[in-house]
């Protein structure tokens, strides 16, 4: 598509920040186009450019993946409990739900089980000798997600856009994103709708004061110019609150020991971070952690 010129048309027709392939594939799946077939999805795009640009400018791409859980709860577990989360860019709050799951974490010599043993959804996870694998999910006496457009997990269109976003071929994250909707539907997290920044303050104002704070984010800075990040960080610094973070490298200012990130060696990986220190790198989609030297 990258080198089709219809299409590049096609996007011009969208503000650049929606010109994300995940947001143009979501709707062509919306409109049940097969997008494992290039000529049909080109085809189909070039004699229906509108029906795409409309999904496209009201939607958003809300990708709620569960399994990025099991990638920040070995740090979330580094902290005093009780916790009270704040997660921006929460969509339908699966990444809020941390004590609804149930964690296999396996590696050379692993095999660690932690969380609810009767959850519809295991969240399984390869990881490293280092990684501190905690015995039991941290106590959470309070949760709020933010998100410029709140997704209802009992709403079907909203649960059927879900689904759209997550890739063809990955049935097995398919699979889990709908029994984890359905454990959100039942729980239905507070999720209220604003700004990372604008409306962020507010939130934090009603955490309770007893409980350590902790802000989520996850494949959500990407979506955030540089400038609005800054001021993103630099709230949480000035309230003295938790930040806890996975995001494509580059996304936030880290130096990575060893060289790591000119090496090459993070790939495709996302960094996962506790406040300004990188801690480990993950599969974006949850499936491996790697615990950083030092």
């Given at each position: 598509m990258a080198g089709d010129g219809p299409t590049l048309a096609v996007l011009d027709g969208v503000e650049p920040a929606k010109r994300q392939p995940n947001l143009l594939f979501g709707a062509l799946r919306w409109h049940d186009v097969d997008v494992t077939d290039p000529a049909v999805a080109l085809s189909w795009l070039a004699a229906h450019p509108d029906a795409a640009l409309d999904l496209m400018r009201a939607r958003r791409t809300q990708t709620n993946e569960v399994a990025r859980c099991a990638t920040l709860?070995?740090?979330?577990?580094?902290?005093?409990p009780p916790l009270a989360l704040v997660e921006v860019g929460a969509s339908s709050g699966l990444c809020l739900l941390y004590d609804a799951w149930r964690y296999h974490y396996t590696g050379p010599g692993i095999d660690h089980r932690v969380g609810v043993t009767d959850s519809p959804?295991?969240?399984?996870?390869v990881v490293d000798?280092?990684?501190?694998l905690p015995?039991?999910?941290?106590?959470?006496?309070?949760?709020?997600?933010?998100?410029?457009?709140p997704v209802d997990a009992r709403d079907p269109d909203a649960r059927r856009w879900l689904g759209c976003l997550v890739w063809p071929e990955h049935h097995d994250r398919a699979q889990r994103l709908a029994a984890a909707l359905d454990v959100a539907a039942a729980?239905?997290?507070?999720?209220?709708a604003g700004?990372?920044?604008?409306?962020?303050?507010?939130?934090?104002?009603?955490?309770?004061a007893e409980a350590t704070v902790v802000v989520l984010h996850s494949?959500?800075?990407?979506?955030?110019?540089?400038?609005?990040?800054a001021a993103f960080v630099d709230l949480l610094a000035r309230r003295g609150v938790h930040r806890l973070g996975a995001e494509a490298p580059g996304v936030l200012p880290f130096d990575l020991p060893g060289g790591l990130e000119a090496g090459g060696a993070v790939g495709d990986r996302f960094v996962v971070s506790l406040d300004?220190?990188?801690?480990?790198?993950a599969q974006p989609h949850g499936r491996s952690l790697t615990w950083l030297p030092g």
């Open positions: 709860l070995p740090v979330l577990a580094l902290l005093p959804v295991e969240l399984p996870c000798a280092d990684v501190p015995a039991t999910v941290p106590a959470i006496v309070w949760r709020v997600g933010l998100d410029l457009a729980v239905a997290p507070t999720i209220t700004d990372l920044v604008d409306d962020l303050a507010a939130v934090l104002d009603r955490a309770p494949a959500t800075l990407a979506y955030v110019d540089p400038d609005r990040r300004d220190r990188p801690l480990a790198l």
